[in-house]
């Protein structure tokens, strides 16, 4: 392979202009115009100086300041076992330059051994997916020019970087390294957890860590952006210093730590409150003083959130039995406050619909943005918050319906879809028909009206796909179901007139959770045994007497029955939402979810 102009420069360097011009690019003769043909190749690059003498040489990454330094953050996934007897099935990369992503780099690998079953549970990798990648031989030394001259960051970074060294013959890479683990344990005292999701949960990111190497990758770059404004917030300037940081913990000082003392570790709500004591900040928590202190020990990375701790003198909070339940009682008190430091509860709207067109011959379902009135003909579901949960729904409505695939007419020849008898044209399907037998239960099945049957055969299909140890299609369409799942619970929950009833498995062994809403509002929560029917009867029996009043909620039923339902969905279990009509229909419903999660439990956990 040709040296790269980094390797190039740093292998010769300090070197003139018209070297480079002339060994390196071919140019010679360029004489007075060599560099400013090297400055347009450099351009902005913060790995290249000219020195006093007007040569070019690299830079040490070490000596740059944070703001400055190019960082490659990226994730291995491995066969499993240790870096000397294991090998890379996966490498994934992201290229981070200014507080931004400007470059990715992803690959398989074939580790020319097999990969642990438990690892392929984990990672949906399979020894069939890698045996036509290219071998570690071919893509390190790609690798290596993707990360030349950058500062090399990872999660448990020393894990990867163990097996790229032992894919090198022992030879670490030459980057300086920064590890997300080790600066989140200095900078952000006080976590339960410091794994890569509960960093992205606590930072608020976008990406979710998947345990595939380039989504993994991109979730630590965005814990990563976070933890570099604290870093610069506790006085650390250079690339050399953060590296250095482990050694001297104690120069991060916490502000104004001791307003946590005192709280409880139970769920609730807090109040940050000034000196005129007008709140600031309403906030929920599973663990109250274990989330406050975060705030205090410099843990979130929000220029926000640092204007306000300055602010804070006083902490008070509310205690709740349970973490719905203060979910729930911050987005009331949040309304009923309108504190300057809260988003929530100003007005964040969902923004997407579902939409069929009926004016067209074949409709597709297609996301649309929130707008005005739909035209004549056309069928509009939501609103819905999440596009990405909204395009999996369309895309598992294809695999249950035989949806139009191709523009096609009926002369034409089938497209691939139609051999497989999953495009409605190409089987021959007439407009009428298409309607009636497509058009109608899909939105039937969206509004949670129906169509339990079609999610039955997709879960059969996963089933299936399981058993045959063939785990990435399987986790694939898990995905599929729990989208099409997600939008009916919440359709289900925020349309929802009378008493309802949603059921779902609680985290305690053996225990189910009721959760039970009156014209969309929460009006009680508790957990029982499958197996107590009388105490599922009096409960039933009390919802049914004493919460069917339409009248006493007003316009906020919708957006909390939305809180429910984000909670629920979080929670990765079965749920079900039932019409309370009748006392035995919440335990007719309890056992159905029992069964269900019991069913969930026995499968191979990679499906």
Same mark, same amino acid.
């Given at each position: 392979m040709p040296p790269s102009f980094y390797g190039f420069v740093k292998d010769r360097g300090p070197v003139g202009a018209e070297e480079i011009a002339t060994d390196l690019l071919g140019l010679p003769g360029l004489n007075g115009e060599a560099r400013a043909h090297v400055e347009k190749l450099m351009e902005g690059d913060p790995r290249f100086r000219w020195d006093s003498t007007g /040569?070019?040489?690299?830079?040490?990454?070490?000596?740059?300041?944070?703001?400055?330094?190019? @960082?490659?953050?990226?994730?291995?996934?491995? #066969? *499993?076992?240790?870096?000397?007897?294991?090998?890379?099935?996966?490498?994934?990369?992201?290229?981070?330059?200014?507080?931004?992503?400007?470059?990715?780099?992803?690959?398989?690998?074939?580790?020319?051994?097999?990969?642990?079953? !438990?690892?392929?549970?984990?990672?949906?990798?399979?020894?069939?997916?890698?045996?036509?990648?290219?071998?570690?031989?071919?893509?390190?030394?790609?690798?290596?020019?993707?990360?030349?001259?950058?500062?090399?960051?990872?999660?448990?970074?020393?894990?990867?970087?163990?097996?790229?060294?032992?894919?090198?013959?022992?030879?670490p890479l030459p980057n300086p390294v920064l590890d997300t683990l080790k600066l989140s344990r200095t900078l952000v005292p006080g976590?339960?957890?410091? &794994?890569?999701?509960?960093?992205?949960?606590? !930072?608020?990111?976008?990406?979710?860590?998947?345990?595939?190497?380039?989504?993994?990758?991109?979730?630590?770059?965005?814990? !990563?952006?976070?933890?570099?404004?604290?870093?610069?917030? /506790?006085?650390? *300037?250079?690339?050399?210093?953060?590296?250095?940081?482990?050694?001297?913990?104690?120069?991060?000082?916490?502000?104004?730590?001791?307003?946590?003392?005192?709280?409880?570790?139970?769920?609730?709500? @807090? @109040?940050?409150?000034?000196?005129?004591? #007008?709140?600031? @900040?309403?906030?929920?928590?599973?663990?109250?003083?274990?989330?406050?202190? #975060?705030?205090?020990?410099?843990?979130?990375? &929000?220029?926000?959130i640092g204007r306000l701790v300055q602010e804070v003198a006083e902490v008070r909070y509310t205690e709740t039995e349970t973490e719905l339940a203060a979910l729930i009682f911050e987005d009331r008190e949040i309304k009923r406050l309108l504190p300057r430091y809260n988003r929530a509860g100003r007005g964040q709207k969902a923004s997407w619909f579902l939409e069929l067109d009926g004016n067209e011959p074949y409709p597709l379902p297609r996301r649309v943005p929130r707008t005005g009135e739909p035209r004549e003909g056309v069928v509009r579901l939501g609103p819905y918050r999440s596009a990405g949960v909204l395009d999996t729904c369309v895309e598992a409505l294809g695999r249950i319906f035989p949806l139009r695939r191709c523009d096609g007419g009926a002369d034409a020849e089938a497209c691939f879809y139609g051999q497989m008898g999953r495009c409605a044209p190409c089987m021959g399907m007439s407009r009428e028909r298409y309607r009636e037998a497509v058009m109608a239960p899909l939105v039937a099945l969206m509004r949670g009206e129906g169509g339990e049957e079609h999610l039955k055969a997709l879960i059969a299909e996963r089933g299936k796909l399981a058993a045959a140890l063939e785990f990435e299609g399987a986790a694939r369409l898990r995905d599929l179901i729990a989208g099409i799942q997600r939008i009916r619970l919440a359709r289900s929950i925020v349309t929802a007139e009378g008493v309802q009833a949603v059921v779902s498995p609680s985290t305690e062994p053996g225990v189910v959770e009721v959760f039970v809403l009156s014209h969309g509002r929460l009006v009680a929560h508790k957990g029982f045994e499958p197996s107590d029917a009388e105490g599922l009867g009096l409960f039933a029996r009390e919802a049914l007497d004493g919460y069917d009043d339409a009248t006493a909620f007003g316009s906020a039923k919708a957006d909390e029955a939305r809180v429910v339902a984000s909670y629920l969905k979080r929670q990765g279990q079965p749920v079900e939402a039932v019409r309370l009509s009748d006392a035995g229909d919440l335990a007719a419903a309890v056992l159905r979810v029992a069964e269900r999660a019991e069913e969930a439990t026995g499968e191979i956990a990679g499906a």
């Open positions: /040569a070019l040489r690299t830079v040490d990454p070490e000596s740059l300041p944070l703001e400055e330094a190019p @960082y490659v953050v990226f994730d291995v996934e491995t #066969t *499993g076992s240790s870096a000397g007897k294991g090998g890379i099935t996966e490498i994934g990369a992201v290229k981070v330059q200014g507080g931004r992503v400007i470059d990715e780099f992803s690959t398989l690998v074939n580790p020319g051994r097999p990969i642990e079953p !438990f690892v392929v549970r984990l990672t949906g990798i399979t020894d069939s997916m890698v045996a036509g990648a290219p071998t570690p031989a071919e893509v390190l030394p790609l690798f290596e020019k993707f990360v030349e001259g950058a500062v090399v960051v990872g999660h448990n970074v020393h894990f990867d970087c163990s097996f790229v060294a032992a894919a090198r013959g022992g030879e976590l339960k957890r410091y &794994r890569l999701a509960s960093l992205v949960s606590h !930072f608020g990111g976008r990406t979710i860590p998947n345990h595939r190497a380039l989504a993994d990758a991109a979730a630590t770059a965005e814990v !990563f952006l976070k933890l570099l404004k604290l870093l610069k917030s /506790a006085g650390v *300037g250079s690339v050399g210093e953060a590296a250095s940081l482990k050694a001297s913990r104690g120069r991060i000082k916490p502000q104004k730590g001791h307003l946590a003392e005192g709280l409880p570790r139970t769920p609730g709500v @807090y @109040y940050f409150v000034d000196k005129d004591e #007008t709140v600031l @900040y309403v906030g929920k928590a599973k663990d109250l003083k274990a989330r406050v202190r #975060t705030y205090f020990n410099g843990g979130d990375g &929000r220029r926000k």
